[in-house]
């Protein structure tokens, strides 16, 4: 049990003294705790706050520049093909009411039979 104390106590002074050569800054990690939950957590519900490592970061950021998820359900069905209208024998998008003489993508972007 002491030997698992020590090596924590080494695993937090490795910590610190990482983040001190890094920002060149004296940092005492309890003093920074303690800080960081009065200003973030204390008092306040914080519901869709999360802290990302830096890969996560990468990806998040991946993720958003694709769009969001209602951007992605639009483009979704965009592409999924729905039929054309027909007035007076002519054919017409459903979305944009252009004329549509064959099947494909219509100038709006619907993809329409």
Same mark, same amino acid.
Do not use: S
């Given at each position: ?7 924590? &106590? ?10 001190? *050569?890094?920002?060149?800054?004296? &940092? ?11 200003? &973030? ?5 914080? *519901? ?10 990468? &990806? ?6 694709? /769009? ?8 979704? *069905? ?9 007035? *007076? /024998? ?13 099947? /494909? ?9």
């Amino acid at each position: 049990m002491a030997i698992n104390a020590l090596e924590e &106590v080494q695993k937090y002074r490795k910590i610190e003294k990482d983040l001190k *050569e890094r920002y060149h800054a004296n &940092v005492d990690i309890p003093l920074l705790m303690h800080h960081f939950i009065e200003t &973030v957590f204390e008092g306040e519900k914080h *519901e869709e706050f999360c802290l990302l490592t830096n890969e996560d970061a990468k &990806v998040w950021e991946e993720y958003k520049a694709i /769009g969001t998820p209602e951007e992605c359900r639009a483009a979704v *069905e965009m592409q999924t093909a729905i039929p054309r209208e027909l007035i *007076e /024998g002519k054919y017409f998008c459903p979305k944009c009411h252009n004329l549509m003489p064959y099947p /494909g993508y219509c100038g709006c972007g619907q993809k329409v039979y």
